[in-house]
């Protein structure tokens, strides 16, 4: 089984999967074996020494791997390897020997039985009845959480887990004791027997207490704010969010909710709680998941589970798959086609300023080398679980994506219903699945205009190897962390901490460029252009257009006026057409240039969305003359900026919204147009709803 485990890196290795995959197979291997072992007169304690010591054998086959694939966790993972198969081997050899003992005919049936029982059923228990994303299981150890997120959460739960496993192992030691001894001495095993059971008993009363389970209840004790609109219940923690800031969420999600059941033609979308979580470390001790978004589709009352930080960017999706959940499996709530379930929802997400699905795909076709046979044969493969899971995660979700948004457009809602519930291609829509992904091919060499950057946004993401691929799977480097913890303290407000913290990633990893770019961008809103100048010099900067950005900020600064403003403009000309805030806060920064206070001003301003109402251009001298075509983009971005602030109607929104899409259609920003438009409906919808939310202050595409 180990050397089995061997080719897929993810496996291949001593860390939690492969544990759970080894505990798998040794309860079954090792009780088989006892029960045969006990049949001959063997002794408990000869087979636990034996059964014990055999799993040295994948300890030390999953060890070996080191010489060519490196493990970059290995002390956590025999964490788990101790805590996962000892434990389970024990359970088998003591459950194998109290069935032998009590003469149970077909004893070794009445133990596959249990083991298949006990694999399956309290995982059902687990994630069907409670709101978490972990399981812990007798057999094979447990699952820790989702397997998107990066780090795994290892929880108390885990530990109190295993102590029951081991209570229960002793349990059918006392069993197998009881049945050994003469009838007339039996009674002295009672008072054990019943303490032991008793014991047993009070570990699963007190299972949410002692980490083994979630409740809805304890999610809802901890992020004690709720607010209800509409179908939408969001609870949130007062200590990190405002009731104005959670308020107003709870409007976005209302309004998401509407618009994808009018989409998909649902009249009663069933009542859906999200729970937004303010940290990831609370986050992963409350459901065993850190990051990763979710749609609790199969419980009873649908839950959403998501941080704070991504609620804008995941929203929409993860209402999506709460609304088609009676479209799925019973009791499931999702398609056997998993490609359909995350491609449905990345189809309604609402425009991002980024380049579309379709526009990505087309571009990945481009690259392949038969276009056509290439993406037809991927997306065949991501319908199934094994192809969509074991492929990268960016192309799943957007050739996905692109395809189900193409059946959506032409065809209605009405045979995807059908075919998300396991209909065939060929009864739902007339023609098999091959036929339909040739000519949603075809519709995606027809698209008329890409913009050229989106060749690098396919590159960068496409090439972001699969949880399958990756050279140190579920683990997080030191510096990642430390740059992930400075994340945290610049969301709780904590500027001075984040600092130190994004100090000690670059000093852990100098080229880490997501640290660099916010190192720099804070220094550089304090005044400290010299700092910033000196720690870019050394590094390479046309890795990344932001360290660029950053290093002309600190050279106008310092008053290098023309340096600064040739780092401008080349930066102006490589910047995507889409991305109208970047292009807009050059062309700013250009403006301000030759006067390092009102450039400092600007800089602030940018940074903080809160005052995007405000106008930036206190001392900013507007005496220059711009480049050609500059002035045009910043009076764009600057609707932007400001759409729905002040004391603007619905319908002056909705006016000046309409007015500045076809601005930017007119200069080929179409997705930018796509953003504005989108988010006009939403400012505008926003506005008659909630009348009294004086200024709404647009300065991303979700807000």
Same mark, same amino acid.
């Given at each position: 089984m180990s050397l089995a485990l061997w080719p897929v890196p993810l496996l291949g290795m001593v860390h939690a999967a492969s544990a759970a995959l080894i505990a798998l197979g040794a309860f079954f291997v090792a009780g088989g074996w006892a029960w045969r072992f006990f049949q001959q007169g063997g002794r408990l304690r000869d087979a636990l020494r034996m059964q014990l010591l055999l799993l040295l054998i994948p300890w030390a086959l999953l060890t070996?791997?080191?010489?060519?694939?490196?493990?970059?966790?290995?002390?956590?993972?025999?964490?788990?390897? +101790?805590?996962?198969?000892?434990?389970? &081997?024990? +359970?088998?050899?003591?459950?194998?020997? @109290?069935?032998?003992?009590?003469?149970?005919?077909?004893?070794?049936?009445?133990? @596959?039985?249990?083991?298949?029982?006990?694999?399956?059923?309290?995982?059902?228990?687990?994630?069907?009845?409670? $709101?978490?994303?972990?399981?812990?299981?007798?057999?094979?150890?447990?699952?820790?959480? $989702?397997?998107?997120?990066?780090?795994?959460?290892?929880?108390?739960?885990?530990?109190?887990?295993? #102590? *029951?496993?081991?209570?229960?192992?002793?349990?059918?030691?006392?069993?197998?004791?009881?049945?050994?001894?003469?009838?007339?001495?039996? #009674?002295?095993?009672?008072?054990?027997?019943?303490?032991?059971?008793? +014991?047993?008993?009070?570990?699963?009363?007190? #299972?949410?207490?002692?980490?083994?389970?979630?409740?809805?209840?304890?999610?809802?004790? &901890?992020?004690?704010?709720?607010?209800?609109?509409?179908?939408?219940? *969001?609870?949130?923690? $007062?200590?990190? =969010?405002?009731?104005?800031?959670? =308020?107003?969420?709870?409007?976005?999600?209302?309004?998401?909710?509407?618009?994808?059941?009018?989409?998909?033609?649902?009249?009663?979308?069933?009542?859906?709680?999200?729970? &937004?979580f303010g940290d990831p470390v609370q986050r992963a001790q409350l459901t065993g998941a850190r990051y990763t978004s979710v749609a609790l589709v199969w419980l009873a009352s649908p839950q959403i589970h998501l941080l704070q930080g991504r609620f804008e960017q995941s929203i929409a999706h993860e209402l999506a798959h709460v609304l088609v959940r009676k479209w799925g499996l019973p009791l499931l709530g999702f398609s056997p086609r998993i490609g359909l379930v995350e491609g449905l929802a990345v189809a309604l997400e609402p425009p991002d300023g980024q380049p579309t699905p379709h526009e990505q795909a087309a571009v990945a076709g481009l690259l392949a080398r038969n276009r056509t046979d290439?993406?037809? #044969?991927?997306? !065949?493969?991501?319908?199934? $679980?094994?192809?969509?899971?074991?492929?990268?995660? !960016?192309?799943?979700?957007t050739l996905t994506g692109s395809f189900v948004r193409y059946l959506l457009d032409r065809f209605g809602a009405a045979p995807l219903r059908r075919v998300y519930g396991g209909t065939s291609f060929q009864s739902a829509y007339g023609q098999p699945v091959d036929s339909l992904v040739r000519e949603w091919v075809r519709f995606l060499r027809r698209i008329p205009y890409v913009d050229r950057a989106t060749l690098a946004v396919v590159r960068e993401r496409f090439h972001v190897p699969s949880l399958f691929e990756r050279r140190c799977p579920h683990y997080v480097p030191p510096h990642e962390r430390a740059y992930e913890a400075a994340q945290r303290m610049l969301e709780q407000g904590d500027t001075l901490q984040a600092e130190a913290l994004l100090d000690e990633a670059l000093r852990r990893n100098s080229a880490f460029i997501p640290a660099l770019v916010r190192w720099t961008q804070l220094r550089l809103l304090r005044g400290d252009a010299a700092s910033v100048r000196e720690r870019l010099a050394g590094a390479d900067t046309l890795q990344d257009r932001r360290l660029q950005l950053h290093l002309a900020d600190a050279l106008a600064l310092m008053g290098k006026v023309e340096a600064a403003r040739v780092l401008y403009r080349r930066l102006y000309l490589q910047w995507p057409s889409y991305d109208l805030n970047g292009r807009g806060g050059i062309v700013l920064r250009y403006a301000a240039v030759g006067r390092p206070g009102a450039l400092l001003h600007v800089l602030r301003w940018l940074e903080n969305p809160r005052e995007r109402c405000k106008s930036p251009f206190e001392d900013v001298s507007w005496d220059q003359t711009l480049p050609p075509g500059w002035a045009r983009t910043l009076r764009q971005a600057m609707q932007w900026w400001t759409l729905g602030c002040g004391e603007a109607s619905a319908s002056e929104i909705l006016a000046g919204g309409r007015a500045l899409v076809e601005s930017l259609r007119q200069v080929g920003a179409f997705s930018a147009a796509a953003c504005v438009q989108e988010t006009t409906l939403w400012l505008t919808w926003l506005r008659n709803v909630f009348p009294e939310y004086r200024s709404v202050c647009c300065a991303y595409c979700s807000w």
């Open positions: 070996l791997t080191v010489l060519w694939r490196p493990n970059c966790d290995y002390l956590r993972g025999m964490l788990f390897f +101790l805590l996962f198969p000892p434990g389970s &081997v024990v +359970l088998a050899v003591t459950l194998a020997n @109290a069935l032998e003992s009590a003469g149970v005919q077909h004893g070794r049936r009445w133990f @596959a039985l249990i083991g298949l029982g006990t694999c399956v059923l309290p995982v059902a228990y687990d994630l069907l009845l409670h $709101p978490q994303l972990y399981t812990y299981n007798h057999v094979f150890g447990g699952i820790l959480g $989702p397997l998107y997120d990066e780090d795994l959460a290892l929880r108390p739960g885990l530990l109190s887990f295993r #102590a *029951l496993t081991l209570l229960w192992a002793f349990w059918f030691g006392l069993v197998a004791c009881f049945h050994r001894t003469p009838r007339l001495l039996q #009674a002295g095993w009672w008072p054990a027997l019943w303490s032991i059971t008793a +014991l047993l008993g009070t570990f699963y009363l007190l #299972a949410v207490p002692l980490g083994m389970n979630t409740s809805t209840t304890g999610l809802a004790q &901890v992020l004690s704010g709720r607010i209800t609109r509409g179908s939408v219940t *969001l609870h949130y923690d $007062p200590r990190r =969010m405002t009731q104005e800031e959670a =308020m107003l969420r709870a409007y976005r999600a209302a309004y998401d909710y509407e618009r994808l059941a009018r989409r998909l033609g649902i009249a009663r979308p069933d009542p859906v709680r999200i729970f &937004v290439s993406l037809t #044969a991927q997306v !065949a493969q991501l319908l199934n $679980p094994w192809g969509f899971w074991t492929s990268r995660s !960016a192309v799943a979700y």
